[in-house]
Nanobody, 124 residues
Framework: QVQLVESGGGLVQAGGSLRLSCAASGRTFSSYGMGWFRQAPGKERECVAAISRGGVSTYYSDSAKGRFTISRDNAKNTVYLQMNNLKPEDAAVYYC?????????????????WGQGTQVTVSS
């Protein structure tokens, strides 16, 4: 089992920045690829960024490219999502998730463990 706890969400003005963190406990963190997903009301959950076990490979959705950066610190069992130039359409509940896959998947079905989520609100 892997337990995931997100933090760092909140209210920010459009154009501002937030840094989300996800702390993992349980089995070896470095054995899992990690992803950040978001879900807005009435919309499907989507992957905004993902990172491989060692942090070498990453994936970004088109909406995240150039604005979001995913990183991980395996010594601290933590994955981060730096979000810059936030837009109102970025408002959602953000979830981190862990996958046993060796690749960098973006499909929700590929992820085995999920956190409870953290709310991000962007005011215009």
């Amino acid at each position: 089992q892997v337990q995931l706890v997100e933090s760092g969400g909140g209210l920010v003005q459009a154009g501002g920045s937030l840094r989300l963190s996800c702390a993992a406990s349980g089995r070896t963190f470095s054995s899992y690829g990690m992803g950040w997903f978001r879900q807005a009301p009435g919309k499907e959950r989507e992957c905004v960024a993902a990172i491989s076990r060692g942090g070498v490979s990453t994936y970004y959705s088109d909406s995240a490219k150039g604005r979001f950066t995913i990183s991980r610190d395996n010594a601290k069992n933590t994955v981060y999502l730096q979000m810059n130039n936030l837009k109102p359409e970025d408002a959602a509940v953000y979830y981190c998730a862990a996958t046993a896959s060796r690749s960098v998947p973006y499909r929700t079905s590929m992820y085995d463990y999920w956190g409870q989520g953290t709310q991000v609100t962007v005011s215009s």
